[in-house]
T-cell receptor, first 113, second 117 residues
């Protein structure tokens, strides 16, 4: 079966703009989590969505938001982009909320210039 | 708050040899899960092995095994018979046992493993 699909794979945005990233989970998976990966901070948890509701949230400013649709696809949005938002954004899906075996996508590489 | 530390930013191993990657963690909880993930250049995080803290037996998956020392809060990964395809970033991760609203992974900073032919 198809894995976790993230689109786009690469993105270049200008400081101050906003961006939307998409994540399609494995069929049947209802939980989607987002992580930010940077060389300096490493991998940090952003948030988790389950059944269209945010269930868990990391320590990120309100500029970072997300949502989940009825088909479990999820989007995350970053408004008023800053240079420090340049990162690899990884999405992971699992069957249930806080699932033990999340499957990761290949990520979206966001560059803010 | 829980923290995960990987003290080796880079490691190198000869093909067919054995290498051990180190990980320590800090938690006040008695039950939790520990993971090793591999991230090759393709960037996709791949689960290598998982250990439940309540299990005393060390987890093993083919050439990969762990040395779990609960009292010392240590969780090292041993890769036997290293192959060129093992070259990647390896991340140690912690997760609380309850999942639910606190089921996110807490990652270490990673160890870059190179495999020499």
């Amino acid at each position: 079966k198809a894995g976790v699909t993230q689109t786009p794979r690469y993105l270049i945005k200008t400081r101050g703009q906003q961006v939307t990233l998409s994540c399609s989970p494995i069929s049947g998976h209802r939980s989607v989590s987002w992580y930010q990966q940077t060389p300096g901070q490493g991998l940090q948890f952003l948030f988790e969505y389950f059944s269209e509701t945010q269930r868990n949230k990391g320590n990120f400013p309100g500029r970072f938001s997300g949502r989940q649709f009825s088909n479990s696809r999820s989007e995350m949005n970053v408004s008023t982009l800053e240079l420090g938002d340049s990162a690899l954004y990884l999405c992971a899906s699992s069957l249930g909320q806080g699932g033990l075996n999340p499957f990761f996508g290949q990520g979206t590489r966001l560059t803010v210039v | 708050a829980q923290t995960v530390t990987q003290s080796q930013p880079e490691m190198s191993v000869q093909e067919a040899e054995t290498v051990t990657l180190s990980c320590t963690y800090d938690t006040s909880e008695s039950d939790y899960y520990l993971f090793w993930y591999k991230q090759p250049p393709s960037r996709q995080m791949i689960l290598v092995i998982r250990q439940e803290a309540y299990k005393q037996q060390n987890a093993t998956e083919n050439r990969f095994s762990v040395n779990f020392q609960k009292a010392a809060k240590s969780f090292s990964l041993k890769i036997s018979d290293s192959q060129l395809g093992d070259a990647a970033m390896y991340f140690c991760a912690y997760r609380r046992p309850y999942g639910g609203s606190q089921g996110n992974l807490i990652f270490g900073k990673g160890t870059k493993l190179s495999v020499k032919p």
